[in-house]
């Protein structure tokens, strides 16, 4: 780990003050500029965040850098725990490269580099290739700060339903509150479910495996022999979770014969894919989507080394499991190659799309269009998992199954997993969509709230009568004088 400044907290507050600074350099055309809708004597939010995260802070500081002040943003966890990074991720460091940006919205001093320049120095940003993870959630604690967003924590979205006026979210608390449009910014999860075998789930008790997002007490794995299936990166943070903590032995296994070590991802972070790609025809964005499914990603460089560091680690490749027993006091695995006994095994098989396994997203599926409603693919795989993803607009709007039957639907956005396949792959979980994705999201939010408002203008200017220009007070005089006598002339000629 690199270290911290002595004198860091300063460092930070200066930048945080440059960050300001910045902010009033590039404030033209940011002041708020939404007229208030009301209902029942309320005003509405004009955007409710679903989601305090990196993305939810995103699209918050680029709603609020295009004038749009009435938004609130609802996470369901604690204030400083939002999104993964230290509830149930494992990996040293995150995957983007460190120069990533986007999360700054143009704004120098708020990127990440600034804040590692801050508080660890020039040398601590030079000597690391990637960014810590626990130096990026700090640097997310404190862009909230910093942007002060307005965030409600504690606050768990149970139910959503929507109409022509607007979206009625229920929360856990059984309250409800009416907004105008809605952003799913929940991530990977967000979407589904993290993906667990249903051989695994339907065989052994759930005292001895674990899906690689899990939380559980890490120290349990002492002395265990560990089974892991998958070799992506999870799989790789999640055996050397397991060698840190002890394990007897950790034993990874795939079905490919050879390690997924291709970063196709950094490929595609370009500003031709990335801004165009939810314009790519539905065959290619199905292709490029068969072809990533088919590719785990890469491990980071950090813990693939770490793992392969330890001599109680192997990979065994081409060996997917066969067959799964518990005999009551192990896990017993088949594979083409060999039979195996495991105290504890992990699945590190990733998230399936798939709202239905969302309870808060029951009245979308139940109307919104899927990709098996539009497409037909031409490989003829109608069983694909993939054709449950939503067919979204281009915009990350929800569209209708059945034109006409669903209004109020198209106010609600999935700027999340769900995004993937309709907006091109990247579109909003990855780090690198930001820079593109949250400008694209914003401006079809801001659409929407300037065009019902249209009817508006005209009457608005008509009331607007602030000078832009102070009259000095002899020439008001003069002024005034010649209004009397043009009031004196209309007398006479009444």
């Given amino acids: 780990m690199i270290d911290q400044k002595p004198d860091a907290e300063r460092r930070l507050a200066e930048l945080a003050g440059q960050v300001r600074r910045e902010m009033e350099m590039l404030s033209f055309a940011t002041k708020p500029w939404v007229m208030p809708v009301k209902e029942d004597g309320a005003v509405l939010p004009d955007v409710t965040i679903i989601g305090g995260g990196q993305s939810g802070l995103a ?33 040293y460091e995150i995957r983007s490269p460190k120069d990533i940006t986007g999360m700054e919205g143009g704004l120098p001093s708020l990127a990440i580099e600034s804040y590692v320049i801050a508080r660890y120095g020039q040398e601590g940003w030079d000597g690391i290739k990637r960014i810590p993870r626990t130096v990026w959630m700090a640097y997310l604690r404190w862009f909230r700060a910093v942007t002060d967003l307005p965030i409600r924590n504690d606050t768990r979205v149970i139910d959503l339903d929507f109409d022509a006026g607007g979206v009625t979210l229920t ?7 009416r907004t ?22 339907e065989t052994l008790p759930p005292e001895v495996y674990n899906h690689s997002a899990d939380i559980f007490d890490e120290a349990y794995l002492g002395g265990k022999r560990v089974g892991v299936l998958g070799a992506g990166a999870a799989a790789f943070d999640m055996a050397v979770t397991a060698l840190e903590a002890g394990a007897a032995r950790v034993d990874m296994f795939l079905r490919r014969r050879d390690l997924p070590m291709r970063d196709v991802i950094r490929e595609l972070e370009n500003g031709g894919y990335l801004v165009h790609a939810n314009r790519i025809p539905d065959q290619t964005k199905w292709n490029i989507s068969k072809y990533m499914n088919g590719l785990s990603q890469a491990p980071a460089e950090h813990h693939f080394h770490k793992a392969c560091s330890y001599e109680n680690f192997t990979i065994h490749l081409g060996s997917p499991w066969q067959t799964i027993r518990w005999t009551g006091q192990d896990v017993h695995v088949r594979t083409p190659l060999d039979d195996w006994t495991f105290d504890h095994v ?7 799309v798939d709202m239905a396994r969302r309870p808060e997203l029951a009245r979308i599926h139940a109307n919104a269009a899927l990709w098996r409603d539009r497409f037909v693919p031409d490989d003829g795989d109608l069983a694909s998992p993939r054709l449950d993803f939503p067919y979204l607009d281009g915009q990350y709007r929800f569209t209708e199954r059945v034109p006409g039957t669903a209004p109020g639907l198209d ?9 993937g396949l309709s907006m091109g792959g990247l579109a909003a979980v990855s780090i690198g969509a930001f820079r593109f994705g949250t400008r694209k999201l914003v401006d079809a939010v801001t659409e929407r709230l300037f065009d019902e408002q249209v009817a508006a203008i005209v009457p608005y200017l008509d009331t607007f009568d602030k000078p832009g220009v102070t009259v000095p007070e002899n020439m008001a005089n003069k002024l005034e004088a010649c209004r009397l006598r043009l009031a004196a002339l209309e007398l006479e000629n009444a």
């Fill in 180 to 201: 105008r449009q809605v952003v799913l910014a929940t991530g990977m999860e967000g979407g589904g479910g993290w993906r667990t075998p249903r051989e695994i789930a």
């Fill in 411 to 419: 106010r609600i956005f999935a700027f999340n997993a769900l995004a």
């Fill in 171 to 177: 929360l856990g608390d059984g309250s409800r509150m």
């Fill in 59 to 91: 699209v918050g500081l680029e709603l609020k850098r295009r004038g749009v002040a009435n938004f609130v943003i609802l996470d369901a966890n604690p204030a400083g725990f939002e999104g993964v990074w230290e509830t149930y991720a494992r990996n």
């Fill in 346 to 352: 992990f699945t590190a098989t990733g998230v399936s």
